[in-house]
């Protein structure tokens, strides 16, 4: 199975001194395509710390992560900044959607930054926006959908521009059961029938259970690493 992400001893210490914060500690993970990985563990056990790493948002103090075969360290901001766009898909627990604009301009949006042209554009984020079952609350603006609608909003911007993985970052915390349900419905749905590889941070035992691979971290560093 080809590596999309490979983290090798990787470390980040925020602070320095007797306050510092070993927030990662010499973490080796390697996510392959087609994975549905959970990351769980304690609050603040570095799950967040961890996604940024990997998604390009934080630099490590040790150590290195490679997405799809470029090390992000041998990377400037102009170029990490291509490589988020190009290659990652982020959701949130806040959802992040941009209020003024509709669901669909969220997810056609995306597509703008990375040059898609306009028919295209459109084409794409109808598709994306009726894949995650939204097809007509395409013209609402986040402040107008339910949580969970706006949760798949920021699935379909995740996915629009066919990313190497989707990273999530407790993706349930503002939903409820049934909201959440139909998220991880989704999330297994997009990938088994797309292959898309998805690595969420949660502590939400219902979002594990989903999972096919489940990595558990504590202090800083993995602590398990299981496949269901
Ligand atoms: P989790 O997502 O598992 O709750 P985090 O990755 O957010 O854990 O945090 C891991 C540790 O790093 C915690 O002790 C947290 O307080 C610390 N931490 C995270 N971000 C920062 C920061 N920007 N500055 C200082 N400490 C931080
Ligand atoms: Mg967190």
Do not use: W
């Not at 042209?117 to 402040?143: D, I, W, Y």
């Amino acid at each position: 199975m080809e590596a999309i992400v490979i983290c090798r001893g990787l470390g980040k210490r925020y602070g320095a001194g007797d306050t510092a914060v070993h927030a990662l500690q010499d973490v080796d993970l390697e996510i392959h395509r087609g994975e549905f990985l959970s990351l769980s563990g304690p609050s603040g056990s570095g799950k967040t710390t961890l996604l940024n790493h990997i998604g390009g948002l934080d630099r490590p103090t040790s150590g290195e992560v490679s997405v799809d075969g470029r090390k992000l360290g041998e990377l400037d901001k102009g170029e990490l900044a291509d490589l988020r766009l190009e290659k990652i898909g982020f959701v949130f627990q806040a959802y992040n959607l941009i209020p003024v604009l509709s669901a669909y301009e969220n997810v056609e949006f995306i597509l703008q930054l990375q040059g898609v042209h306009a028919r295209q554009r459109r084409e794409r984020a109808r598709a994306m926006l009726s894949e995650v079952g939204l097809e007509k609350l395409g013209e609402r603006r986040p402040g107008e959908l339910s949580g969970g609608q706006q949760q798949r909003v920021a699935i379909a911007r995740a996915m629009a521009s066919s990313p190497a993985i989707v990273l999530a970052d407790e993706p349930s915390a503002n939903l409820d059961s049934a909201a959440t349900e139909e998220l991880l419905a989704l999330m297994s749905r997009l990938n088994e029938a797309r292959g898309m590889t998805f690595c969420v941070a949660s502590h939400d035992p219902r979002v594990i259970e989903y999972t096919r691979r489940r990595v558990r971290m504590r202090d800083g560093r993995i602590e398990a690493d299981e496949r269901a």
